[in-house]
């Protein structure tokens, strides 16, 4: 039941991709313009740029924070370190959309924050509406992700160790550096992956964010083809990008469980 369900929907585009016109015109034939079109497209060499580089900050950003947050919530006596892993996961029961929406209430051009800085400080340092900004709004909506998967690993993790490596000399960072976190390898490489995943096929974030400054993503791209095209859809073009997207993705499926 699961196969038919995940491979219903994909099986059709992907036919898709190899026909010349709409899946449902029966005078279509097979061929491979489709992605031909995809690459000749104006500016598709800067949509995949930044599909690849807001993957690439989402999953940092968010395994620095959710590292760094599971470190210090299983194995600190940070105070009220409960307390503060239970606000931090906060993000994960709440939608992208309206995580973004927050952001630009807060920290956009007309922001509560944003004009607080430009009325005491002269300006804002940062711009929301840029691959940068949007990266780093979508690896602190992510970090929970991370922070999860690693404090399930440090707190399985034997504190002993730790104990060895210090009553040998060893500072509160270096055991960290030598035994914490080579104890949590798995769960960042797992988490690391799985973000770059989720950035590269994020949807709300960039459209909300990138749409008024024309800045595409793949997902955006595909969106902005196919879903809310005025005139006619490019379905053949939407499928070769989704196909390519799959690829992608699959491939770091297959990476994620190489490095494991």
Known sequence: LTTILVFGPITPIIFQAFLDKPL???SAVVTIGNFTRLF?????????????????LTMIVAQVFGAVMAVLVGRTNLPGRKWLGEIFIW??????????????T???????ITLAAKTYLGGAPWNLYTVTGMGIVAGLSQAPLTYLMCLA??????????DAARSTGAGP?????????????PAIIYSAVLNFVVGIEMLAIPLLFGGPSGIQTVTTFLYNA??????????????????????????LVWLQGFLM
């Open 173 to 185: 960072f270096r055991a960290l550096f030598s035994v914490t976190i080579p104890m949590i390898r």
């Open 91 to 104: 993000p994960l029961f709440v939608s992208n959309l309206v995580i973004a929406f927050g952001w630009f």
């Open 106 to 112: 807060m920290y956009g051009p007309s922001g509560f």
């Open 153 to 162: 690993a440090v707190t399985k993790a034997d504190p002993l160790l730790e």
């Open 226 to 251: 196919g879903i809310n095209a005025a005139v006619r859809p490019e379905y053949g073009i939407v499928g070769a990008a989704a196909v390519i997207l799959l690829l992608v993705v699959a491939f």
């Open 40 to 56: 000749s497209e104006p500016g598709m060499a800067g949509v995949f740029f930044n599909t690849l580089y807001f993957g690439a």
């Open 24 to 26: 449902y015109d029966e």
